[in-house]
């Protein structure tokens, strides 16, 4: 079992209202990673950050921001949610370096939003 | 851009059957090519990868081959159990770690 939180769970919010998405790890991992699943399945990286004080935007483009002041910690913010923001949100990480097992992505559960 | 095909996107068989899931990927430069499965309200977990320089991989009831010259990967679970049933993810990324480039995922269901 990945050692990698995500809260909250379940979010129902209005839209307008500035939003933190929490993603904590304890493995130490350098490379932590954000995803945007469709309802579809298909899974949209968003975010990514190699390390602290480094974030990079992903293949999709996105209006939510990221920041990686610790190691650990990794959030994701709106500042004004809308409803094209509803979506399931996947954060996950993996440790530095090259070959096994440094590519393998620990998954979180992951957080379901609704921006009514 | 780097992409990555997965087909089909849903996937019904019988307890007991085998199932093949195949994808396709754009990047010649691609050598790490994983697969994860995603059960219901949780995240994808990796269950079997596999690198260029390997043709074939096999745990237990699943098997990964790979054809680097058509740039394509194959997920193939024998003797298949209810438990099977899942959305899986192929990727494919480099050796150094970092980035995946997922495919569209694979609804799979054993009916028992």
């Known amino acids: 079992e990945a050692d990698i939180y995500q809260t909250p769970r379940y979010l129902v919010i209005g839209t307008g209202k500035k939003i933190t998405l929490e993603c904590s790890q304890t493995m130490g991992h350098d490379k932590m990673y954000w995803y945007q699943q469709d309802p579809g399945m298909e899974l949209h990286l968003i975010h990514y950050s190699y390390g602290v004080n480094s974030t990079e935007k992903g293949d999709l483009s996105s209006e939510s921001t990221v920041s990686r002041i610790r190691t650990e910690h990794f959030p994701l913010t709106l500042e004004s949610a809308r409803p094209s923001h509803t979506s399931q949100y996947l954060c996950?990480?993996?440790?530095?370096?090259?070959?096994?097992?440094?590519?393998?992505?620990?998954f979180g559960p992951g957080t379901r939003l609704t921006v009514l | 851009g780097e992409n990555v095909e997965q087909h089909p996107s849903t996937l019904s068989v019988q307890e007991g059957d085998s199932a093949v899931i195949k994808c396709t990927y754009s990047d010649s430069a691609s050598n790490y090519f994983p697969w994860y499965k995603q059960e219901l309200g949780k995240g994808p977990q990796l269950i079997i990868d596999?690198?260029?320089?390997?043709g074939e991989k096999k745990d237990q009831r699943i098997a990964v081959t790979l054809n680097k010259t058509a740039k394509h990967f194959s997920l193939h679970i024998t003797e298949t159990q209810p438990e099977d049933s899942a959305v899986y993810f192929c990727?494919?990324?480099?050796?150094?770690?970092?980035?995946?480039?997922f495919g569209q995922g694979t609804e799979l269901s054993v009916k028992p």
């Open positions: 990727a494919a990324g480099y050796n150094q770690g970092g980035k995946l480039i």
């Open positions: 596999i690198r260029s320089n390997v």
């Open positions: 996950a990480s993996s440790p530095l370096g090259t070959g096994s097992p440094y590519n393998e992505q620990f």
